[in-house]
């Protein structure tokens, strides 16, 4: 669905460039801040970001880290692992791009494409030329006109005519099927629909629909575009069920550089890395049409204490192009009330955007943090990774702000985003209409 914290400045993404091990003790995990930390920026002329790798030492039951610099990986030569039933591309944070989402490579027509994975839409696409309207890419732009095996697809063909609604009709010469998109942010992207070859890891994919991007506009940073992974006939999860079976996987990595996770196309679960069993879900049914993947959410734990089961009347969405992790207001009040009793003694700060209840912990080097965990129907427990927890707004910490907000009403329907999603392995499979969730370190280290 690819919504961002709109209003949340980019340099602000701290949480995710830091690699933090941390000791639970008694429903809560030691937190460390250190007072003399150089909280860094992400560059805007192509300098090195300093990424701060940690030295841990155990101390009155924590663990407190001690940071040094250490300057940024290179994007090349990632390693690729293909299954005789899956593969599985490298997965980062998309900072570097300007975006808060996370980005893998794949090869359209043979040229390398930079894209958001994006579980909440159905559609993948492109910025092709030539192109009217089109923001600055880190890949050249794709051009269809140099690779032979580019199909236009026809305004009357029956293609087209299944794809409504994202299909608009026929375009402005009549002869090929336009497309527009908008998305949850106010971004959108209008063009073409075509076919060509992509490669996935290695696998390739003959006649694959996509959208050809010529106005594009929006929070894509410096992206060449999206893989649509919905549930819709158009996502490449479902134009993939011969290779794949309909099944993927992710394990967003908590820092922002020196490191990848993974998105796993397929059912293999020998490249899966996790540390405990996988639990199972039911995806269960929302509107026609729709591309989202819908739990039932029947429960939250904060600090070992059980919010009012009477609070939560079910479906909300697991989305990795969302960010911030959005809930009902009576069930966010109620979250936030425990969350603020089991984090106490720590002085308030100003809200921040969308974030409302914020704290000073400058004069900490470390603080305890209250566990927090989501329950969904079958009493499967997603358990939220300590840097999902906490938005660390100001570099000296003095605005540290819980990272979870209330949607407007009560009639909309929550989203589990990425910043919730981390370190852990999310297997969503469409065939077997469920999915999954358990721990796994998602940080694959890369050297220069």
């Not at 841990?56 to 039951?61: A, D, I, M, P």
């Amino acid at each position: 669905m690819l919504k961002t914290m709109q209003q949340l400045p980019f340099l602000l993404f701290i949480l995710s460039s830091i690699h933090v091990h941390c000791l639970h003790q008694d429903n809560h995990l030691l937190f460390p801040l250190h007072n003399n930390l150089q909280w860094s920026h992400p560059p805007y002329h192509n300098s090195p970001f300093p990424f701060l790798p940690p030295r841990s030492r155990r101390e009155k039951n924590g663990i407190i880290l001690e940071m040094k610099h250490k300057r940024h990986w290179s994007h090349e030569d990632e390693l690729i692992e293909i299954s005789k039933s899956a593969a599985q591309i490298p997965l980062k944070s998309g900072i570097l791009l300007k975006t808060l989402n996370y980005i893998v490579s794949i090869k359209l027509a043979n040229r390398k494409m930079t894209m958001i994975i994006d579980t909440g839409s159905d559609l993948t696409w492109t910025q092709c030329k030539p192109c009217f309207s089109c923001y600055i890419q880190q890949d050249p732009v794709f051009d269809p006109h140099l690779s032979s095996s580019y199909q236009n697809i026809s305004c009357d063909s029956s293609t087209c005519i299944a794809l409504k609604p994202v299909s608009s009709g026929c375009t402005s010469n009549g002869a090929n099927c336009g497309y527009a998109l908008s998305y949850g942010d106010g971004s959108y992207t209008l063009g073409v629909l075509g076919k060509d070859k992509i490669n996935l890891g290695g696998i390739t994919v003959e006649e694959f629909i996509f959208g050809c991007g010529r106005s594009n506009h929006g929070l894509f940073g410096g992206v060449s575009g999206i893989i649509g992974l919905g549930r819709t006939q158009l996502s490449l999860v479902s134009q993939t069920i011969n290779q794949f079976g309909g099944v993927f996987s992710y394990c967003l990595p908590t820092r922002a550089f020196n490191s990848s996770g993974s998105l796993i196309l397929g059912n293999d679960s020998s490249l899966y890395r996790n540390i405990t069993p996988i639990s199972y879900t039911r995806l269960v049914s929302g509107p026609v049409k729709l591309p989202f993947y819908f739990v039932n959410l029947t429960g939250m734990i904060i600090g070992g204490e059980r919010l009012t089961e009477g609070l939560f009347n079910g479906r909300v969405l697991i989305d990795s192009g969302t960010v911030i992790t959005r809930l009902a207001p009576s069930v966010y009040r109620a979250m936030r009330d425990v969350f603020v009793k089991r984090f106490s003694g720590y002085p308030p700060a100003p809200p921040f955007s969308i974030l409302d209840t914020c704290f000073d912990l400058s004069e900490y080097e470390e603080v305890k943090v209250p566990i927090m965990k989501f329950v969904f129907e079958g009493d499967v427990e997603l358990t939220v990774d300590v840097t999902g927890i906490l938005y660390i707004v100001k570099r000296d910490a003095s605005q540290v702000c819980l990272a979870v907000s209330s949607l407007e009403s009560e009639d909309e329907v929550g989203i589990i985003g990425n910043f919730q999603q981390k370190n852990l392995r999310v297997v969503y499979d469409s065939a077997g209409s469920k999915l999954g969730f358990a721990k796994e370190i998602c940080g694959y280290d890369h050297q220069n």
